[in-house]
Nanobody
């Protein structure tokens, strides 16, 4: 059973916006999802996984280098969902986007990723 599920990826034109969602999979994981810190990452094949933003169980957010501004992370514990709002997208934003969850900002659980392609 995959603990996390990402959704919302797809094809978007340069300058466009996209919202990604991360949710717990299964009733057991969903029941504890609100207790986890959650991070959004992206990865291009052959390159290291890059942190976009992370948010604690208490909704304290931190952003990766040069990420704050175009990317906004938020969580809705009632809906058990962590979202990543992406604006002014560029072709270089094309990547597979992952969410990870864990305690103390250690992300032990991952989804399978959702593909984001920015192209005309």
């Amino acid at each position: 059973q995959v603990p996390l599920v990402e959704s919302g990826g797809g094809l978007v034109q340069p300058g466009g916006s996209l919202t990604l969602s991360c949710e717990g999979s299964g009733s057991n994981f969903r029941s504890v999802f609100s207790a986890f810190d959650v991070g959004w990452f992206r990865q291009v094949p052959g390159e290291r996984r890059e942190l976009i933003a992370q948010i604690t169980r208490d909704s304290a957010a931190k952003y990766g280098e040069n990420m704050k501004g175009r990317f906004t992370i938020s969580r809705n514990n009632l809906e058990k969902r962590v979202s990543l709002q992406m604006n002014s997208l560029k072709p270089e934003d094309t990547a597979t986007y992952f969410c990870g969850a864990g305690v103390n900002e250690k992300f032990d659980y991952w989804g399978q990723g959702t593909q984001v392609t920015v192209s005309s």
